[in-house]
Nanobody, 111 residues
Framework: QVQLVESGGGSVQAGGSLRLACAAS????????MRWHRQAPGKEREFVGL???????NYADAVKGRFTISRDNGKNTVYLQMNSLKTEDTAVYYC?????WGQGTQVTVSS
């Protein structure tokens, strides 16, 4: 079965950086567009960005210029590099492929 497992979340001060990873199994990883989403407390889940199998990425306006998505098809892993973090980036971050979702990893940014 398909499994997506996020890691790398944690607590960081505003202005800091974190790198999330999402390890995928049970699918032909290189053929899947991979997405990152996030859900802040009391808010709906929102789109963060995506990367195609060929490595082209797109981002939500809220994170453009600060976040970078990359992938390693040899390791079946997608990454989310988050720089210049803001308190409003605090959320549970999820990776997704098609209808499949990971369990999420918490990111907390303090002022």
């Amino acid at each position: 079965q398909v499994q997506l497992v996020e890691s790398g979340g944690g607590s960081v001060q505003a202005g800091g950086s974190l790198r999330l990873a999402c390890a995928a199994s049970g699918l032909t990883f290189a053929t899947y567009m991979m997405r990152w989403h996030r859900q802040a407390p009391g808010k709906e889940r929102e789109f963060v960005g995506l990367i195609t199998g060929g490595g082209s990425a797109n981002y939500a306006d809220a994170v453009k210029g600060r976040f970078t998505i990359s992938r390693d098809n040899g390791k079946n892993t997608v990454y989310l590099q988050m720089n210049s973090l803001k308190t409003e980036d605090t959320a549970v971050y999820y990776c997704a492929a098609s209808k499949y979702w990971g369990q999420g990893t918490q990111v907390t940014v303090s002022s």
